[in-house]
T-cell receptor
Framework: DADVTQTPRNRITKTGKRIMLECSQT?????MYWYRQDPGLGLRLIYY???????NKGEISDGYSVSRQAQAKFSLSLESAIPNQTALYFC????????????FGPGTRLTVL | DQQVKQNSPSLSVQEGRISILNCDYT??????FLWYKKYPAEGPTFLIS?????DKNEDGRFTVFLNKSAKHLSLHIVPSQPGDSAVYFC????????????FGGGTRLMVKP
């Protein structure tokens, strides 16, 4: 079984709809991250959490919110989706004892029409 | 402004030859650098890293070189294999700031048989 899972893997929605992307991990890591990938821009950090009680904004947090329900679960919400939020979204985890390496989920492809 | 740049969006190499992927950065506070590899429909996976106290790190067919004065790093793959065809992301971290990675835009490597 995969260590970092994301649901759904693909989602098509309409402008103005509320969307939640979910991430679960079995690696036992405290740190979790949400990124979006756009062509030519690489991965940009949306939000990150270093433990259940810690939530921090990343580089591009506007239009997004997150919830850390447990050590293993970190959800990303788009309160009112807009077309420029069409992207590939990745969840990642890390352990401070493993240097700077992050472990990524398989991604969610989101299309906002 | 992107602090980590990969100026070649794509690279095509013949099997058995050397692949050289380049990455430039602007923030002198970056002190740890990583390369990630991404196949279609999968999340990025860690490939190799280098600390700023070194100028070279080697792992099998993969070698990363760091030139701090030029703020440049490169990934060498020798010999290149068709299975190396993927998108490669360069990432940087500063002062062990809690695994806060800044990614480049990626380079798509195609290794032709």
């Amino acid at each position: 079984d995969a260590d970092v899972t994301q649901t759904p893997r693909n989602r098509i929605t309409k402008t103005g709809k509320r969307i939640m992307l979910e991430c679960s991990q079995t690696k036992g890591h405290d740190r979790m991250y949400w990124y979006r990938q756009d062509p030519g821009l690489g991965l940009r950090l949306i939000y990150y959490s270093f433990d259940v009680k810690d939530i921090n904004k990343g580089e591009i947090s506007d239009g997004y919110s997150v919830s850390r329900q447990a050590q293993a679960k970190f959800s990303l919400s788009l309160e009112s989706a807009i077309p420029n939020q069409t992207a590939l979204y990745f969840c990642a985890t890390s352990d401070p004892g493993l240097a700077d390496e992050q472990f990524f989920g398989p991604g969610t492809r989101l299309t906002v029409l | 402004d992107q602090q980590v740049k990969q100026n070649s969006p794509s690279l095509s190499v013949q099997e058995g030859r050397i692949s050289i992927l380049n990455c430039d950065y602007t923030n002198s506070m970056f002190d740890y650098f990583l390369w990630y590899k991404k196949y279609p429909a999968e999340g990025p996976t860690f490939l190799i890293s280098i600390s700023s106290i070194k100028d070279k790190n080697e792992d099998g067919r993969f070698t990363v070189f760091l030139n701090k004065s030029a703020k440049h790093l490169s990934l060498h793959i020798v010999p290149s294999q068709p299975g190396d065809s993927a998108v490669y992301f360069c990432a940087a971290d500063k002062n062990n700031a809690g695994n806060m990675l800044t990614f480049g835009g990626g380079t798509r490597l195609m290794v032709k048989p």
